[in-house]
T-cell receptor
Framework: DAKTTQPTSMDCAEGRAANLPCNHS???????VYWYRQIHSQGPQYIIH???NNETNEMASLIITEDRKSSTLILPHATLRDTAVYYC????????????FGDGTTLTVKP | SAVISQKPSRDICQRGTSLTIQCQVD?????MFWYRQQPGQSLTLIAT?????????ESGFVIDKFPISRPNLTFSTLTVSNMSPEDSSIYLC????????????FGEGSRLTVL
């Protein structure tokens, strides 16, 4: 699996959009970009994934650059409950279970 | 989505003992995954467990230390054998979604402390 690079930590004001970047410059053509988050003392939670088109669901939006070498997860209106470690992973769909989790970004949403 | 239950949720164990963690899924799944999360660290895949075959272990993990069972499509166990304080971690069970989109579902984890 390709390696991803994320900032160690980020802060965001409650109610504002949180934009979490991820670099995956060695991504292969069949690899998707997945985002998970882990709230303290809980198991990781799937957020969203995409191949090359931008994606949106009820939790977040995923913006993938045209060259697919980086992406941004957007939480449009961050709340205190969004404070968590966010992991960006790249993997083929058929092999997602063997994904390599990097260190992730610790997002702290502040009142 | 899949609902995953793990037991125990936490335990304190003595050095040299073994502990078996159970993972129950509310639906039939082909592949189950066991991860370890050491204190303050990210997740590391231990092994992949397919029903009816031997588990496949990742580099650095061996069957003698982490034997895995997968008796059916909804259940798996991970045993942490001959524990030492270095085994103090959260152990997480995961499954991929039935639609094969690669979405992983995780249990809440089993937090083990080895004294």
């Amino acid at each position: 699996d390709a390696k991803t690079t994320q900032p160690t930590s980020m802060d965001c004001a409650e109610g504002r959009a949180a934009n979490l970047p991820c670099n995956h410059s060695t991504i292969s053509g069949n690899e998707y970009v997945y985002w998970y988050r882990q709230i303290h003392s809980q198991g990781p939670q799937y957020i969203i994934h995409g191949l090359k088109n931008n994606e949106t669901n009820e939790m977040a939006s995923l913006i993938i650059t045209e060259d697919r070498k980086s992406s941004t997860l957007i939480l449009p209106h961050a709340t205190l409950r969004d404070t968590a470690v966010y992991y960006c992973i790249v993997s083929p769909e058929y092999n997602a279970g063997k994904s390599t989790f990097g260190d992730g970004t610790t997002l702290t949403v502040k009142p | 989505s899949a609902v995953i239950s793990q037991k125990p949720s936490r335990d304190i164990c003595q050095r040299g003992t073994s502990l078996t963690i159970q993972c129950q899924v509310d639906s039939q799944v082909t592949m189950m995954f066991w991860y370890r999360q050491q204190p303050g660290q990210s997740l590391t895949l231990i092994a992949t467990a397919n029903q009816g075959s031997e588990a496949t272990y990742e580099s650095g993990f061996v069957i003698d230390k982490f034997p895995i069972s997968r008796p059916n499509l909804t259940f798996s166990t991970l045993t942490v054998s001959n524990m030492s304080p270095e085994d103090s971690s959260i152990y997480l069970c995961s499954v991929d979604d039935r639609a094969n989109t690669g979405e992983l579902f995780f249990g809440e984890g089993s937090r083990l402390t080895v004294l």
